[in-house]
């Protein structure tokens, strides 16, 4: 479903709520263009869950072929120009 941003000023969160608990997601245009989303909140977490998994999946990965620097927090800090 897609609103814009007027339309939350004028029919407000209750509106946008009915529209969550019909559709999951809204996009919020800003000049006719998709510039936002809103979703519940469980949605949002199991995203970030998922995301999180994924670069724990690829830390190990990099772990297991080797693709890892080991060095002290000092040198770390020179390698990436901290």
């Known amino acids: 479903m897609i609103l814009t941003a007027n339309d939350i000023k004028t029919k407000g969160i209750s509106f946008v709520e009915k529209l969550i608990k019909k559709y999951n997601e809204v ?38 072929q080797g693709r890892v620097i080991k060095e002290s927090a000092e040198d770390h800090f020179k390698r990436i120009g901290i």
């Open 27 to 64: 996009f919020i245009t800003v000049r006719g263009k998709k510039k936002f989303v809103i979703l519940p909140i469980e949605e949002y977490e199991r995203l970030k869950e998922a995301e999180l998994e994924k670069i724990i999946r690829e830390a190990e990965e990099d772990y297991t």
